[in-house]
């Protein structure tokens, strides 16, 4: 089955404590991406990826770090995660960028992050 | 439709209504236009998509209307199943922004009343 797949779905932590949130598709996207989810404000990019070895900055990645290594994997790194990084993100990908027809954004299921 | 606030705009139609979903837009240089839903501990789901130079398109039991003039979108969706409850929102994606500039609203949440 096709998917984007995120762990973990909930995690819990303290201040300061490195985390990684990690990704995967399966779909061969080239085109990966991060956002957070907060209420009021809709889906905000963080960091997007739009090949192997490229990544640049979104909206708001102040606070994360991102690596895009293979294809496939895209994980998010808080490297000292604080209290208003408490969110829910999501990780997404596309065969291309946005802009391209036929190429929406696939996105999984969230992970839920409390950090205290 | 769609605004920025603490509190979602909510719709509730009845079982087998259509419903229609509304999205404003500020910036005239938008020129893609794309419909998600949000189901609850999911992520969003493409429904359908627009390009500028579309007034309309529609794709299984759904209709997106472009209306640039008041830079105004809309998503119909005919004959609502309570499958149809979630939170729609519209992304919308700027010329001369580069290949990443999408821009998403903050969602209506739709309630289907059996």
């Known amino acids: 089955e096709a998917q984007v797949t995120q762990n973990p779905r909930y995690l819990i932590t303290v201040t300061g404590k490195k985390l990684t949130v990690t990704c995967s598709q399966n779909?061969?996207?080239?085109?990966m991406s991060w956002y957070r989810q907060d209420p009021g404000l809709g889906l905000r990019q963080i960091y997007y990826?739009?090949?192997?070895?490229?990544?640049d900055k979104g909206d708001v990645p102040e606070g994360y770090k991102v690596s895009r290594k293979e294809k496939r994997n895209f994980p998010l790194i808080l490297e000292s995660p604080s209290p208003n990084q408490t969110s829910l993100y999501f990780c997404?990908?596309?065969?291309?960028?946005?802009?391209?027809?036929?190429?929406?954004?696939?996105f999984g299921n969230g992970t839920r992050l409390t950090v205290t | 439709g769609e605004s920025v606030g603490l509190h979602l705009p909510t719709l509730s139609v009845q079982e087998g209504d259509n419903s229609i979903i509304n999205c404003a837009y500020s910036?005239?240089?938008?020129?893609?236009f794309i419909w998600y839903k949000q189901e609850s501990g999911k992520g969003p789901q493409f429904i359908i998509d627009?390009?500028?130079?579309?007034d309309k398109r529609q794709g299984q039991r759904v209709t997106v209307l472009l209306n640039k003039t008041v830079k105004h979108l809309s998503l119909q969706i005919a004959a609502t199943q309570p499958g149809d409850s979630a939170v729609y929102f519209c992304?919308?994606?700027?010329?001369?922004?580069?290949?990443?500039?999408?821009?998403f609203g903050t969602g209506t949440r739709l309630t289907v009343i059996p």
């Open positions: 910036n005239s240089a938008s020129d893609y």
């Open positions: 992304a919308e994606l700027t010329r001369g922004g580069g290949a990443n500039n999408l821009f």
């Open positions: 779909m061969n996207h080239e085109y």
């Open positions: 627009i390009r500028s130079n579309m």
């Open positions: 990826s739009m090949n192997v070895e490229v990544t």
């Open positions: 997404a990908s596309s065969l291309y960028p946005p802009r391209e027809t036929n190429s929406p954004l696939h």
